[in-house]
């Protein structure tokens, strides 16, 4: 079915969490406000975020045989999701401004899913490959603090960059050696499987003693 590889060619797990996660935190922050709304704006700029990254990476997903990505198998082609993102782009960017984001809220926004579209296209090759994430992981809960006119807690944008940045390195362990035949050289790459595993394991702990030693959990259960 044409629609479920469009929304394979998105990531669509990856993209379902942080919907999901959006959705949780606008319903915990913002009792009566639009949350379904919210979280589909947000969802808007993540098939952006992983539309983008299909086009970007089908050579390279050609010659590594990944017949699971939709325009490897020819579910969908190349011309058919490039006019699909383009149709896309003006609609999420007015949805995300001018939406339940609120303007200060989807500019924050808009600037992770331009962290994530310019990992697509360049950070992904750099040592720097976990800048975007760090950036895009943070914009996201102070987009949705600025929705409800509140300042976001440092500490739950700090929380939210960790956790990117873990994702980032658990993310690439699949591809790793495929990434490296195609010249990947993104950080992980660079430092490799084990120490790649290492770094997860410091930033999940490093969230956890956040979690314990911090009042954010305390904060956001009195959100309400």
Not at 20 to 37: F, M, Q
Not at 46 to 71: E, M, V
Request: hydrophobic share 50%.
């Amino acid at each position: 079915m044409i629609v479920v590889a469009f929304a394979r060619a998105a990531h669509f797990g990856p993209a379902m969490l942080i919907t999901t996660i959006s959705y949780a935190l606008s319903t915990l922050l913002w009792r009566e406000g639009p949350a379904v709304a919210l979280a589909f704006t947000v969802f808007l700029g993540q098939l952006l975020i992983g539309w983008s990254n299909d086009i970007y990476d089908y050579r390279d997903d050609l010659i590594h045989h990944r017949i699971k990505k939709p325009l490897v198998s020819g579910e969908i082609t190349t011309r058919s999701l490039k006019r699909a993102t383009s149709l896309l782009t003006p609609f999420a960017v007015i949805a995300i401004l001018l939406g339940p984001l609120g303007f200060k809220g989807g500019a924050v926004y808009l600037l992770g899913v331009g962290c994530g579209i310019t990992y697509n296209f360049y950070f992904k090759f750099k040592i720097t490959s976990p800048l975007p994430y760090l950036i895009a992981c943070a914009a996201l809960p102070a987009s949705i603090f600025y929705a409800v006119d509140r300042s976001p807690p440092i500490l739950v944008c700090v929380i939210g960059s960790l956790l990117g940045v873990a994702f980032h390195f658990a993310n690439v362990l699949k591809d790793l050696d495929a990434d490296r035949k195609s010249q990947i050289r993104g950080l992980p790459q660079r430092v490799g499987r084990g120490l790649s595993l290492l770094l997860i394991f410091l930033i999940l702990v490093a969230v956890f003693v956040i979690l314990i030693v911090s009042p954010v959990l305390t904060e956001l259960s009195s959100s309400r």
